[in-house]
Every structure is written in structure tokens, then in C-alpha cells.
């Protein structure tokens, strides 16, 4: 089993930093799994944030937050960080974060483990 718990969410105002922490456990969780950021806004699909590999040497990011957004890991601690600054009202949403051994980093669909989520508002 492997169990993602995502922390760091809040209210902030608009232009204000965030960083999301995903702590990752489990007996079968291993740190050769490539992790994602996803997100969810109130009627809308969920949509790709940022995703790194599990050597954290590539890492890959969404047009909306590329330059605001930094995705990194720490192995030795199996948690995954996402550090947000600058944010904008239209980054409020649920942050979700999810484990993957392989495919498109950038497809939900290659995601095998998800977090529960943990709620961004961004006021403006």
C-alpha cells in the first residue's frame, strides 16, 4: 500500500507564496515512483500542476505555472514539495498529489496513488 498525504494549503492573497508538502508512506512505496501535482477547481476537470522524476532530474510544468511554480523532492524524506509564488485567484483550486511508475507524467491516467487533497484559495 501506498499512502500520499499532501499539506501546506491555505488562504493567501494574490501574489503570495504557498509551498505544498506531499509526505509519501507504505510498505510498497518506493522512491523510484515519479510524482505529480494535480489540481481541481469547482467545476472544472482536474488538470496537471508540475511533475518530477523519481531521480528529480526532470521535472515538467504547465504552461499556467511555468516560472511561478517549483517542483522538488527530497527522497530521503519521501516527500514532495511544490513551492507556489505569485499565486493568482485562478490558482485557487484542490492540489492533489499523486504517485506514478510510469507513462505520461502529464496524464492523470498515469497516476497509480493519489493524496486526498488539500484546499488552495487565493484571494484577490
Known amino acids: 500500500q501506498v499512502q500520499l498525504v499532501e499539506s501546506g494549503g491555505g488562504l493567501v492573497q494574490a501574489g503570495g507564496s504557498l509551498r505544498l508538502a506531499c509526505a509519501a508512506s507504505g510498505r510498497t512505496f518506493s522512491n523510484y515512483y515519479n510524482m505529480g501535482w494535480f489540481r481541481q477547481a469547482p467545476g472544472k476537470e482536474r488538470e496537471f500542476v508540475a511533475a518530477i522524476s523519481w531521480s528529480g532530474s526532470n521535472t515538467y510544468y504547465a504552461a499556467s505555472v511555468k516560472g511561478r511554480f517549483t517542483i522538488s523532492r527530497d527522497n530521503a524524506k519521501k516527500t514532495v514539495y511544490l513551492q507556489m509564488n505569485s499565486l493568482k485567484p485562478e490558482d485557487t483550486a484542490v492540489y492533489y498529489c499523486?504517485?506514478?511508475?510510469?507513462?505520461?507524467?502529464?496524464?492523470?491516467?498515469?497516476?497509480?496513488?493519489w493524496g486526498q487533497g488539500t484546499q488552495v484559495t487565493v484571494s484577490s
Open positions: 499523486a504517485a506514478s511508475q510510469g507513462g505520461s507524467l502529464l496524464y492523470y491516467g498515469s497516476y497509480d496513488h
